[in-house]
């Protein structure tokens, strides 16, 4: 299994950034994916993620109405499209696959994790 985060790097304030996580070893319907970020100094915390069936999406609220969540399945790729970028976005963010509660109840519940992407946002 690998999941492999890319698309990180410095963006200003208020632009934009497009994270990816391609998934190998795993079919994207068998676990719930997302993300989730952790600033220097700060604990790690669930942002965002999509469940296998695709039906529901879960956002911290401080993302709402900012970032977005999609998967492409033909290419078990799973996406998050970081619009308005904030300093407080500042993180490294990792992709992770578990099961749906895992992103809001402790991620010490996930299954696989990928190695970290940092985003950079300057104010």
């Known amino acids: 299994v690998q999941l492999q985060a890319s698309g990180g790097g410095l963006a200003q304030a208020g632009g934009s950034l497009r994270l990816s996580c391609a998934v190998s070893g795993f079919t994207l319907d068998r676990y719930a994916i997302g993300w989730f970020r952790q600033a220097p100094g700060k604990e790690r915390e669930a942002v965002s993620c999509?469940?296998?069936?695709?039906?529901?999406?879960y956002y911290t609220d401080s993302v709402k109405g900012r970032f977005t969540i999609s998967r492409d399945i033909a290419k078990n790729t799973m996406y998050l499209q970081m619009n308005s970028l904030k300093a407080e976005d500042t993180a490294v963010y990792y992709c992770?696959?578990?099961?749906?509660?895992?992103?809001?109840?402790?991620?010490?519940?996930?299954?696989?994790w990928g190695q970290g992407t940092l985003v950079t946002v300057s104010s």
């Open positions: 992770a696959a578990g099961p749906p509660w895992a992103f809001y109840s402790g991620s010490a519940y996930i299954n696989y």
């Open positions: 999509i469940t296998g069936s695709g039906a529901s999406t």
